[in-house]
């Protein structure tokens, strides 16, 4: 029988920072690459000395730290404010190259910038993973904005008000009946994921670089022309250890467009047309500064999900800065955008910062300017933009196994709650070798191995959509898989011992303690609140001609409290680390880990876990319901 031990359970309390609302921004002068003149934007100076954006105008919606924010506020309120409207109202600024907002279905593609990203995977919802992710940022990236429009939240319903076209007026602050206005985003705006492992990612990459790597990320997702990048967004996502513009102490995250000539290392050339994108470091590396524990305790990725939120948010109001929505009214507040008028503003009060519930799950996220109520708003009605009322739903088709060389026929469907509509589909993330017609048929010959994360969207003709993900595995040829099957032994330690598993004294256990994912016995690694290695391991054969993926349920418990990994457990397979998890990533639950080993295929393989756990403050990894598919 296994052995209960007795652990620390007692969780340390995390002390939240007090916030300060942001009174000042940048001031930009854009000039864009392409041929034709573009409409002039309003010139502004940076009136807060104390903005990240000083000296550097490309910083637009440049959310500062809260240090930095309380020198900016501390400047601005001995300043006077002259205002039109109001200190903080916002007007339009013309468009560049005929363009202010996003006033269609927006399109957002993430792109994990360079090798320090470490090894990819891909997790049971479908979501890109990655070994040097410590902190879990990427999969919490991706369900954020394939939540965005979903689960009625309407913290993404304030951007309906805003909009652009040849019947608004440069200076507006309010838009005509006849604009063409940004939708209310229904059914998600993920629209693609890519790992950019060519290369490393500098240490602290130029405003120039970053606009390449977007400009390149266009031209990797198909995207060759203007019109395909006229709703596009593209996040290049900075990997841990890095310090892209030199944002350390002073900013958390920023946005622009590849034709501003303000960016360091100047404009970026384009044969694509203009291309949005913006900076996200992995920002987490700043700590409280940008955010973590800004509303939950511990709250690590509270701050990366705001700033996302928030240059999104921006760059929907102001796509080419800064020919959309930007502050011109001499105040303060001069040269911001929506939601550097709203940044670090306290959870509970007005304005205030909030977890958003969405179709994927809650997330962190901080309010936004609006002209129409003339607050920050964290929660908005549909207006200007207006919605369809109509809801599309995709039926999920399960995870999909294939072989390299053999044909390939899926049908999605799909449903619409109005009748008589007609769905037209898109994809992203198919294996190479297959394609989806706009009926929704998946057809073609895969001829590459390997794992894909597939996102499935289906629009009807009033722009409604809705989305499913799953994975994609496709195996080697010669023969196929003929042992196909989970492959791993006691794989949820049901038997009460750990056979054929390895595992240090006490491992293997079933007190009430901690609880098992399922059934009464998991495999319970440190948690002692002193010095102390665990380790779990089990030699597997992966049969030749499969794909085989690894899989586990993770549950971390701690005391330690913070964004430093005091306690960690590393996943191997043979002398590869597949994943590091920290007391950094302590949560309620388990969560389900996967990894593609098809690579493996014909070998035999040690997987391995170990805990180990400092002097002080327990951390407790639980694994239970392990899997080893072939197929």
Not at 467 to 485: I, L
Request: proline residues 4%; aromatic residues 8%.
């Amino acid at each position: 029988m296994g052995e209960s031990h007795h652990r620390a359970v007692a969780r340390a309390a995390f002390t939240g920072l007090a916030s300060l609302a942001l009174v000042t921004g940048a001031a930009f002068a854009a000039a864009p690459l392409a041929a034709a003149a573009p409409t002039p934007a309003p010139s502004h100076s940076v009136a807060n000395p104390y903005s990240p954006a000083n000296g550097h105008a490309y910083r637009h919606g440049v959310v500062p730290t809260l240090q930095q924010n309380a020198k900016m506020k501390s400047w601005a309120a001995g300043q006077a404010s002259p205002a039109a409207t109001g200190p903080e109202t916002l007007s339009y600024g013309g468009g560049i190259d005929g363009i202010g907002v996003q006033s269609g279905h927006s399109k957002v593609y993430l792109v994990f910038y360079g090798t320090q990203w470490g090894t990819q995977s891909t997790n049971g919802s479908g979501d890109a993973t990655f070994s040097g992710d410590s902190q879990g940022a990427a999969p919490v990236a991706q369900e954020m904005f394939k939540g965005i429009g979903t689960g009625n939240e309407l913290w993404s319903a304030d951007l309906t008000q805003w909009c652009d076209g040849p019947n608004v007026s440069a200076g507006a602050t309010s838009c005509p009946s006849n604009a063409n206005f940004i939708p209310y985003q229904s059914g998600g705006v993920l629209s693609g994921v890519w790992y950019d492992n060519s290369a490393a990612s500098p240490s602290a990459a130029s405003g120039h670089q970053l606009g390449v790597e977007a400009v390149k990320a266009a031209s990797h997702f198909g995207n060759t022309t203007a019109a395909a990048n006229r709703d596009a967004y593209y996040v290049i996502l900075s990997p841990h250890g890095t310090n892209p513009d030199n944002y350390q102490n002073q900013y958390c995250a920023w946005h622009d467009y590849n034709g501003d000539s303000t960016l360091t290392g100047g404009a970026v050339s384009s044969t694509v047309g203009d291309v949005a994108f913006s900076n996200q470091p992995y920002n987490m590396d700043s700590g409280a500064g940008c955010g973590v524990g800004f509303i939950n305790s511990p709250g690590t990725l509270d701050g990366y999900t705001m700033t996302l939120g928030h240059e999104w948010h921006e760059m929907m109001s102001d796509q080419n800065p800064a020919g959309g929505w930007t502050n011109q009214t001499g105040s303060s507040y001069n040269g911001q955008e929506n939601s550097d008028e709203c940044a670090w503003i306290n959870p509970g009060q007005a304005g205030g910062a909030a977890n958003i519930t969405m179709g994927t799950g809650t997330f962190a996220e901080q309010a936004s300017w609006s002209n129409d109520t003339n607050a920050c708003a964290i929660s908005h009605p549909i207006v200007g933009g207006g919605s369809t009322g109509n809801t599309v739903a995709v039926t999920n088709p399960g995870n999909q196994n294939s072989t390299v060389g053999t044909a390939v026929s899926l049908q999605i469907s799909g449903s619409d709650s109005a009748s008589g509509q007609t769905l037209t589909y898109s994809a992203t993330g198919l294996p190479a070798g297959l394609s989806i017609s706009s009926g929704g048929a998946v057809t073609g010959t895969p001829t590459t191995s390997g794992t894909s994360s597939v996102t499935v969207t289906a629009k009807d003709t009033t722009g409604a959509s809705g989305s499913t993900s799953f994975t994609w595995t496709v195996g080697t040829s010669g023969g196929g898989c003929t042992t196909p099957g989970q492959k791993i032994g006691n794989p949820g330690f049901e038997t009460g011992t750990a056979a054929p598993w390895t595992a240090s004294s006490g491992v293997i256990d079933n007190s009430t303690g901690e609880a098992a994912h399922s059934g009464s016995w998991k495999a319970w690694m440190d948690g002692y609140g002193s010095t102390h290695t665990d380790t779990l391991s089990q030699s597997v054969t992966i049969p030749s001609g499969c794909a085989a993926t690894f899989s586990f349920y993770l549950h971390i418990d701690t005391a330690e409290s913070g964004s430093t990994a005091y306690d960690k457990l590393t996943v191997q397979v043979g002398s590869t680390t597949l994943a590091t998890y920290s007391n950094v990533n302590a949560a309620s639950g388990y969560a389900l880990k996967s990894f593609n080993l098809s690579s493996y295929a014909g070998q035999t393989v040690t997987l391995k876990f170990t805990g180990t756990e400092d002097s002080s403050l327990q951390t407790s990894f639980v694994v239970d319901d392990t899997a080893l598919n072939a197929s």
